[in-house]
């Protein structure tokens, strides 16, 4: 086989993973599971519970949400077992209300 010809089948099939994973990326961005809200100062926050036991509080990164960051990897379905799992959608993130008032978001330093 020749160098151009393999040259066309690996680009063929990084495109067709590259195609995979933006699907699989907007899967899980789009499929959420719903909790419930609470206000903070003018703005919903989404949040879930899940388990019992002591409480143990997940915040998610920057650029993610909940979901993303604890349920697919299975670190709520893992601690579940035992604590009470409290994970929350950061302000402007998730299905938590996104504000365009940077006021909004608090002071930072």
Not at 16 to 43: K, Q, T, W
Not at 74 to 99: C, E, N, Q, Y
Request: charged letters at 20%.
């Amino acid at each position: 086989m020749s160098i151009k010809r393999r040259l066309l089948v690996g680009g063929g099939t990084i495109a067709a993973l590259c195609g995979v994973a933006i699907v699989v990326v907007a899967f899980l961005l789009i499929h959420r599971i719903e909790g419930e809200y609470f206000d903070s100062d003018g703005v919903r926050i989404h949040y879930k519970v899940e388990g019992k036991g002591q409480p143990v509080i997940l915040v998610h990164g920057v650029a993610a949400n909940a979901d993303l960051n604890w349920r697919y990897p299975g670190v709520i379905r893992f601690l579940a077992k035992d604590f009470k799992v409290i994970t929350f959608d950061m302000r402007g993130h998730g299905l938590s209300d996104k504000p365009t008032d940077p006021k909004q978001y608090g002071t930072s330093t």
